[in-house]
């Protein structure tokens, strides 16, 4: 019944050296969002796809990259992480970008960086 | 922008008292406050959410106010239970400023029994 699947849940990586995130959804929603959310804070938003477009968060870092290639998945890559980098990194859905439709969240995916 | 203030950040009861948080916000256009609750190591999952056009929704011991002109919204649990257990963050969305969820910096909630 996973609606907004994150692989991997756990993944660990090197200073420096890029990794990539993914998501999949079921609900065919229109919007997919990419959060951080470090230890005992709230979730931060990174940017989100309206369909396939684009929007970035003002004071998201560039070193954070996302793509969608469909409906279904979108990405995060991040082009050399540093150990500030490393967080839950949460993808949520919703089915349009009033600003009103609930928000869904994956399981996330813990990321380390050694 | 729009700033979203959560308080208490820790609160401690007995089991089957009730549990109030309060959240507070900057902007009159928000119009959309949904509530999360995450347990350590899971996602956050929506618990209710209320919207401008109701002052008031319950959903079982769960129960979310909204007071536009003061601009606070409050989660009310009663009859909390040790799987109540969890963070739980207030949100607020301003349709001007696109999809956004503005998040309160959470509450981390205790219940012992």
């Known amino acids: 019944d996973a609606m907004v699947i994150q692989n991997p849940r756990y993944q660990v990586t090197q200073f420096g050296k890029p990794v990539t995130l993914s998501c999949s959804q079921t609900?065919?929603?229109?919007?997919m969002y990419w959060y951080q959310q470090k230890s005992s804070q709230a979730p931060k938003l990174l940017f989100h796809?309206?369909?396939?477009?684009?929007?970035n968060e003002a004071d998201t870092p560039d070193n954070f990259q996302s793509r969608r290639p469909n409906t279904s998945f979108c990405f995060l890559d991040i082009r050399s992480p540093g150990l500030g980098d490393a967080a839950m990194y949460l993808c949520?859905?919703?089915?349009?970008?009033?600003?009103?439709?609930?928000?869904?969240f994956g399981p996330g995916t813990r990321l380390l960086v050694l | 922008g729009e700033n979203v203030e959560q308080h208490p950040s820790t609160l401690s009861v007995q089991e089957g008292d009730s549990a109030v948080i309060k959240c507070t916000y900057s902007d009159s256009a928000s119009n959309y406050f949904p509530w999360y609750k995450q347990e350590l190591g899971k996602r956050p999952q929506l618990i209710i959410d209320?919207?401008?056009?109701?002052g008031e929704k319950k959903d079982q011991r769960i129960a979310v106010t909204l007071n536009k002109t003061a601009k606070h919204f409050s989660l009310h649990i009663t009859e909390t239970q040790p799987e109540d257990s969890a963070v739980y963050f207030c949100?607020?969305?301003?349709?001007?400023?696109?999809?956004?969820?503005?998040f309160g910096k959470g509450t981390t909630l205790s219940v012992s029994s």
């Open positions: 209320i919207r401008s056009n109701v």
């Open positions: 949100a607020a969305s301003n349709p001007q400023a696109g999809t956004a969820l503005i």
């Open positions: 949520a859905t919703s089915r349009d970008s009033r600003g009103l439709e609930t928000q869904y």
């Open positions: 796809y309206y369909d396939k477009d684009f929007n």
């Open positions: 609900l065919n929603h229109n919007v």
